[in-house]
């Protein structure tokens, strides 16, 4: 998916995405801790799937960051939505995501729209996101 070139190696830039994607949730002074430790040479702007899959094999045993419950999730999304409609505003939520609390990058955000969209209505249901999603 992030080797485009077909080198076996990925663009540092993309670990937040990757991480994410198993469903890892570090906070973002975590994430550059374990951006650090991919990159074992601070110069290095590329990985190999070796050391990821090392790496990311020892964090996902150690259980340092539990999936949450599809219940927890949905209840995160309830807080959000307001007006109780079951759906939230992509537009509302990028700008939420992107400048309160542990703030997201656009690509970031990017990668969780083209997930969580419903393609027909344009909305975020979260209650079928939470349950795709949810361990």
Not at 76 to 89: H, P, Q, S, V
Request: hydrophobic residues 35%.
């Amino acid at each position: 998916m992030y080797d485009a070139g077909g080198t076996e190696t990925v663009d540092a830039h993309h670990v937040g995405d990757m991480v994410r994607q198993l469903g890892i949730f570090p906070s973002s002074a975590d994430l550059q801790n374990i951006k650090l430790e991919l990159l074992e040479h601070g110069g290095e702007s590329t990985l190999t799937y070796e050391r990821w899959e090392g790496v990311m094999s020892g964090l996902i045993l150690s259980r340092r960051y539990p999936r949450d419950s599809e219940e927890v999730l949905q209840q995160a999304f309830r807080a959000i939505d307001t007006k109780g409609e079951g759906y939230l505003n992509p537009e509302s939520l990028r700008k939420l995501l992107t400048l309160r609390g542990d703030k997201l990058s656009e690509e970031e955000v990017e990668e969780f729209m083209r997930y969580a969209v419903d393609s027909e209505t344009g909305r975020i249901f979260y209650n079928e996101y939470a349950a795709a999603v949810g361990p």
